[in-house]
């Protein structure tokens, strides 16, 4: 994210950038790792643009804010593995695109808060749902009732993040260690892993009996896909050799049709035996 004037706030041009980036990282099978960050040094995202939002009338309000839901989502449905890299401020509409993330990773000066009730509002685009997932009931109800703002050790300390790191001088220490993590991520199977992905995602939606039945159908899954891929291999290997023989066959019926050629050009050549046996193609 790139909004620097508005300290990457959400409002309708960034959002319908990140729709069509999350569609374009959707279609792409070479992609196995996201990782989402900011490249406005001190803040992850300030939340929705309240200046902008100020300008529209209740329907486009409404209108906007299922829009953010939607966003919210759409990170949320990505089927390969995301990470938040959270260096500084990560507010509103900010902490919800982050724990619409799989994994968040949080600098020592990262400042994070669902601070919509201090401003009369209540968190629209996932943070009332997603938090209590995240870190339990009560203290997700802690947070939102009071607005509070916590620091990067705290996040941790709380479960909202993942690992915290000491800022670096570049002010991009959260997205180095998040880089280590995709990198950690990256050699495995890439099926597995988005399988995994889903049974977590919808085994935790429901009880636990429902729960082991669509991690059996997730496993199910990989298991055809990976014989699939066997079947595949084979199949190329049994298509190379076919035409490693066809090749053979018919050098060696080229070879027979030269030696016939030459076999009649000596017959009818009558001068001698021993012309006959200097016969070449």
Not at 18 to 34: G, K, T
Not at 232 to 239: A, E, Q, R
Request: hydrophobic share 45%.
């Amino acid at each position: 994210m790139n909004r620097a004037h508005a300290r990457n706030s959400l409002g309708k041009i960034l959002v319908n950038e990140l729709f069509r980036a999350l569609e374009s990282v959707r279609c792409d099978e070479r992609i196995r790792v996201v990782v989402l960050k900011s490249e406005v040094k001190g803040v992850f995202c300030a939340g929705a643009d309240l200046k902008e939002r100020a300008q529209m009338n209740d329907v486009e309000v409404g209108h906007f804010v299922h829009r953010l839901r939607s966003l919210t989502d759409e990170i949320a449905a990505l089927p390969m593995p995301t990470i938040a890299a959270i260096e500084g401020y990560a507010l509103g509409g900010g902490l919800e695109l982050a724990l619409a993330c799989d994994l968040r990773i949080a600098a020592s000066s990262a400042v994070m808060g669902l601070i919509e009730t201090t401003r009369g509002l209540l968190p629209g685009a996932g943070g009332t749902q997603r938090l209590p997932r995240c870190i339990g009931i009560g203290l997700a109800k802690e947070l939102i009732f009071t607005g509070r703002q916590i620091d990067g050790q705290e996040a941790l300390s709380i479960g909202l993040v993942n690992h915290t790191v000491l800022q670096n001088d570049g002010g991009d220490a959260a997205y180095q260690k998040a880089l280590i993590l995709a990198k950690e991520i990256l050699p495995r199977a890439p099926i597995a892993v988005k399988m995994s992905k889903l049974a977590i995602n919808r085994g935790i939606e429901v009880d636990i009996a429902s729960g082991m039945a669509i991690e059996g159908m997730c496993y199910t899954q990989v298991c055809y896909l990976k014989f699939l891929n066997h079947s595949h291999t084979f199949l190329k290997y049994c298509n190379s050799l076919t035409v490693y023989v066809w090749l053979i066959l018919t050098q060696a019926f080229e070879n027979s049709l030269k030696f016939l050629r030459a076999r009649l050009y000596c017959r009818q050549d009558t001068r001698s035996h021993f012309s006959a046996l200097l016969c070449t193609d």
